[in-house]
């Protein structure tokens, strides 16, 4: 099932790149290094691996210049952040006041222009010229007293690895710009009593930008029952293409009217969803007043389509998702809502099984997932309808966002997900196993004192990294467990955490 979002949907962003630079050296210096800085942006900009349009935004050698820039940048509305570049000793006094302004992620970009010395022709001109190894130095001295989150990429600008960095980079920043103005819509409050999904949503909206907010079932039923038979007839076409549809549910089955329930609730959900312009929402199985079942595949399709999730209430997750789904558009390998289900404590084979009651993202599957009818066994309502598959293998990574009271945390865990031992024959649900990194004891030892969830953003597209510079953008506290963890020193970290 190969949906999701693309890079398209976000084609009208940029990152604005610009150099700094000074009068010292003239006028003809000048010149030159406002061609080298154009080319440096044409080439980043026409690079696959930055997804993002770059932008060329000029030389700038005085402070007040520095400072309109940077109020330009904070109210250009598809501006998702900055590429900075020094070319050479931009005194870094003349930056104060515009990254005092400056409200847009940025990216010191510590290159230079020629990748080699000349050994033979070097002279002072050359040098001159490039020399970021002392400009570059001067910028981040400030920006280290200014207390400013940025990141620091090193090397030459053509260079593959310097090109991937600024790529994860671009995506954090656009998952950032994303959640700015994102709205998550709750359908009913938590599940009952569960502590880790709440969270103290003002605090969300000061620190991540997401707005959340809570909307009565009828809300919904309103525009569920506003859906025509019509509507709901193409909808079923749609489902027999992307689906196998299980013979009950099919026109003569005894549980067809189950599934136009399911398509009348998918396009009720996403007129919903469209017409406030949400970007995620939650559900919860306890408050359903007025729906007949659970919403399953509906909120499957949604997520797919790229909308973020959180089932019971998990407003966290759902913005999360969201986010990691802007992050991997394009990217190979699909983002969903999860949550952490059940051990296999094989010695020396310890395995997680990853599902949920219905809701796991079919971008997770290349295979033609089995549309099916099952009991939920909770919840006391009508047979929820739900696409059923085993999510495709390869590395992935597991992220849980928590609230700690005073401050949010970022725990990322990546792992290696796997083929099923055996057949899941009665398991009604898409399911998943992954193994931990870098083994399952100390992932989990890691992933409990640290306070991670049972839910979490899934993605077989993202690695930590993405999520690492996410994290720093949002200057929210993050812990990474990967292949290189080691239990002393991811305890001894998770002790220092504040
Ligand atoms: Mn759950």
Request: one cysteine or more.
């Amino acid at each position: 099932m190969a949906m999701g979002l693309t890079l398209d949907n976000f084609s009208d962003k940029e990152l604005w790149l610009v150099a700094g630079s000074q009068h010292l050296y003239g006028e003809e210096a000048l010149k030159e290094v406002r061609s080298n800085a154009g080319k440096i942006a044409e080439f980043i900009d026409s690079e696959e691996k930055v997804p993002l349009a770059v932008k060329y935004q000029g030389v700038l050698t005085t402070s007040a210049e520095i400072a309109a820039l940077m109020r330009q940048a904070n109210s250009a509305e598809n501006c998702a952040g900055l590429i900075v570049w020094m070319h050479t000793f931009s005194p870094a006094r003349m930056w104060i006041k515009g990254l005092k302004v400056l409200h847009k992620p940025f990216v010191h970009l510590h290159t230079q222009y020629k990748r080699e010395i000349p050994w033979a022709e070097i002279d002072m001109d050359y040098m001159n010229i490039n020399q970021s190894a002392h400009g570059g130095r001067e910028f981040g001295y400030i920006c280290t007293r200014l207390g400013l989150n940025r990141k620091v990429i090193v090397g030459h600008w053509q260079e593959e690895e310097v090109l991937k960095e600024l790529g994860v980079w671009s995506r954090a920043a656009l998952a950032w710009h994303d959640s700015q103005d994102a709205e998550i819509a709750r359908f009913g409050d938590n599940m009952r009593r569960v502590a880790v999904t709440e969270g103290d949503k003002v605090e969300a909206e000061i620190k991540l930008g997401y707005a959340v907010n809570g909307f009565g079932l009828g809300d919904l039923v309103e525009y569920v029952n506003q859906v025509s038979p019509e509507e709901v007839d193409s909808q079923l076409e749609t489902y027999q293409q992307d689906y196998s549809l299980a013979p009950e549910l099919l026109p003569a089955g005894s549980n067809h009217d189950s599934l136009r329930e399911e398509a009348r609730v998918e396009l009720g959900m996403r007129r919903f969803l469209e017409e406030g312009s949400f970007k995620g929402f939650t559900t919860n199985f306890e408050t359903l007043h007025g729906l007949k079942q659970l919403p399953g595949l509906a909120v499957q399709r949604l997520m797919a389509s790229g909308y973020g999730f959180g089932a019971e209430g998990d407003w966290k997750t759902a913005a999360l998702v969201r986010a990691m789904k802007v992050m991997a558009a394009g990217l190979s390998g699909g983002t969903s809502f999860m949550e952490q289900y059940t051990y296999h404590l094989e010695p020396g084979s310890y395995q997680v099984l990853g599902a949920h009651m219905l809701e796991v993202c079919p971008t997770l599957t290349a295979e033609t997932p089995a549309v099916e009818i099952h009991p939920l066994d909770i919840g006391g309502k009508a047979d929820p309808v739900r696409a059923v598959f085993t999510a495709d293998t390869g590395p992935a990574v597991n992220a849980s966002l928590i609230d700690l009271g005073d401050h949010f945390r970022l725990i990322v865990n990546e792992v290696e997900t796997v083929s099923p031992k055996k057949q899941l024959k009665k398991l009604p649900v898409a399911r998943m196993i992954w193994k931990p990194q870098p083994d399952f004891k100390t992932a989990i030892t890691a992933w409990i004192l640290a306070g991670g969830a049972h839910h979490t953003g899934y993605s077989r597209a993202l690695q930590a990294r993405h999520l690492r510079e996410f994290a720093r953008l949002a200057d929210v506290e993050y812990l990474e467990i990967t292949a290189d963890s080691q239990l002393p020193e991811l305890e001894r970290e998770i002790e220092r955490m504040s």
